[in-house]
Each structure stands twice: as C-alpha cells, then as structure tokens.
C-alpha cells in the first residue's frame, strides 16, 4: 500500500492545490516511518517570496514537527527536481531519501552537478508524466 | 560615508547578535538605495530549521518591505561567502548586487561552481579578516 506512487500521488494533489492559486504547481510531502509529517506546495507568487518553493516550506515543517533540524528517516516525494536552493537545503537537512517525479533539466540541481548528502538516497521518475504535464501545461496556458 | 565597510560593519554587529545565541555567527544586511531594508543573523539552532540561514531571513524580509519578490537596486552585505542554498535563493531573488566578507572554501556557493543571477554583481574581501575571525573563534571555541 504505501508505495511510492501512493505518496506521490499526494505531492501531485499538493501541485494542484499550486495550480488552483495560478502558482507553478510543484507540490511535495515528508513522510517518516510511513506518515506524512509534512506537505506544502509552491507559494512564490502568494507570498511574494522567492524562497517559498514546496521543499523549503516542508522542511521547515518537517523538522517543526520532529523537534529536530535533521530529517533523519524522513523521506521527501516531490513533483519536480529541486533546484539549487532546494537541493541545498535538502543536504542541510540530511534527508534520508528524496523521491522524484519529474526531472528539470533546466533549473534542477542534478545538471548543475550537485549532489545531495552522502546519507541520501535518491529516486527519480516515479509518476514522471504526470508530474511533468501538469508544469508543462500551466506554462503552455501562460504563453 | 557609505562605503562597503559601512554596511558590512552592520553585517558583522548581526554576526555578533548570533554569537551571542551560541549559534554560528553569520550576519548580513540588504541595502536599498543606501538604506537598510533587511538585517537577520543565523538562527538554525535557535528554530531548529536549516532553512534559517541569515541570507534567506533578508531575502523574505526584504521583499516584505519592498513588496515584490525580486530585489531590485538592492545589495546584500554577508559576512561569510554564501551556501548552495543561499546562492540559489539569491539567484532566483536577481539580487543587483552581493558584498562578501569571507570566503567559504568548503561550504561556498563559488567552489560549487556555481554562479548567480547574470544581473549579480558581486565583490568579495570586504573586511575578510574581521569576518573570518568571528567564524574561526566561534568553532575553535567550540573543540
């Protein structure tokens, strides 16, 4: 039951709840030992805050609920690749593991040879068209 | 009068404001057409969140002051050579311009390879000593 998929499917609900405000709808959950402990979704444009991409408001709240900084058994399922400042912030945070949906070949941290921290484990292409249409078709209907 | 020494003095007394609550003293301010608009100092320990770099406290607060998610006309003076994270959350901010105290050899944006927005002007060794200084003491005080 608690696949992949099935959390993801939750960061997908997250981006669309983005969509919904007219925000880049990129959308993650936290989830440690098979429960969500946090979720969040793109608030850029609501907030007027450049930092209030999905993955750093659901690390704050993550490690808010842990008591901790460190997201140690905590894995992040998030619609699209972090970019630089969210992949930082995940190394930060010693993310056990980070789940993505789609890639971004463009803003995201892998082509700009970053990595995440060595404890982290990372997955990439769950749920890969969904993620990736739902940003693709917010940009087209901006066009 | 306001000289690059000027703001990062200013840089520095929030580095001390850190210190003071044992948390790794790093300061910064963000200027705006020679007024301060932001100032925040490190407070990871303190909130318990790895997003809470002194950088990225300067970037909200200061698109609060000014309204807007981008930091037009604005310079933000930091003690220590920004992270990952905080070079990522100054590039998508397309900050004008950034005055660095130290480097970061280990931890900094630069070794990364990485750069900022093309609009970034950036200046480094703005009192390097002082502001290396107050980083070194704090962590061999700390063996």
């Given amino acids: 039951m608690f696949t992949d998929e099935y959390f993801m499917k939750m960061a997908l609900s997250e981006a669309q709840l983005a969509l919904e405000k007219d925000e880049v709808p990129i959308g993650c959950v936290v989830v440690s030992r098979n429960r969500v402990i946090a979720r969040a979704h793109n608030l850029t444009e609501t907030?007027?805050?450049?930092?209030?991409?999905?993955?750093?408001?659901?690390?704050?709240?993550?490690?808010?609920?842990?008591g901790g900084k460190y997201l140690k058994d905590?894995?992040?399922?998030?619609?699209?690749?972090?970019?630089?400042?969210?992949?930082?912030?995940?190394?930060?945070?010693?993310?056990?593991?980070?789940?993505?949906?789609?890639?971004?070949?463009?803003?995201?941290?892998?082509?700009?040879?970053?990595?995440?921290?060595?404890?982290t484990e990372m997955v990439t292409g769950i749920m890969e068209n969904e993620c990736s249409s739902i940003v693709k078709e917010f940009f087209r209907s901006k066009r």
């Fill in 47 to 66: 907030l007027n805050d450049v930092t209030a991409h999905a993955e750093m408001q659901a690390i704050t709240s993550a490690a808010n609920f842990l």
């Fill in 74 to 119: 905590c894995t992040l399922y998030v619609t699209l690749e972090p970019c630089v400042m969210c992949s930082g912030a995940l190394s930060w945070a010693q993310i056990s593991k980070v789940v993505i949906g789609a890639r971004d070949e463009q803003r995201g941290f892998i082509n700009q040879h970053l990595s995440l921290h060595p404890k």
